[in-house]
């Protein structure tokens, strides 16, 4: 599976943005999705997790009520709705996949900047 993470950038604390993860090379169905994230010197967390095939969310408590995960099966294509950006959201966003119950997320896109200015 290539996973190819868009849309980060720079916004003002308040402010929205989409974050797309594109998915390539096999189907995605009793795949999970997942989004992290990376703050400089903080380690690596996940923020939300969804399942292809059922749609099924998880969210960490710390974006739970203003993020959103989603997916679009012919676009091949997961999305991370971000809305009421606080400046510790700031990081580089990761989308990763897993199949199943795995553990571990075995493929990883690119990692996309979010800035949030207060």
């Known amino acids: 599976v290539q996973l190819q993470a868009s849309g980060g950038g720079w916004v003002q604390a308040g402010g929205s943005l989409r974050l797309s993860c594109a998915a390539s090379?096999?189907?995605?169905?009793?795949?999970?999705m997942g989004w992290f994230r990376q703050a400089p010197g903080k380690e690596r967390e996940l923020v939300a997790q969804i399942t292809w095939s059922g749609g099924r969310t998880f969210y960490a408590d710390s974006v739970k009520g203003r993020f959103t995960a989603s997916r679009d099966k012919f676009k091949n294509t997961v999305y991370l709705q971000m809305n009421s950006l606080k400046p510790e959201d700031t990081a580089v966003y990761y989308c990763?996949?897993?199949?199943?119950?795995?553990?571990?997320?075995?493929?990883w896109g690119q990692g996309t900047q979010v800035t949030v200015s207060s």
């Open positions: 990763a996949a897993k199949f199943g119950t795995v553990v571990e997320y075995a493929y």
């Open positions: 090379g096999r189907t995605l169905s009793g795949y999970v």
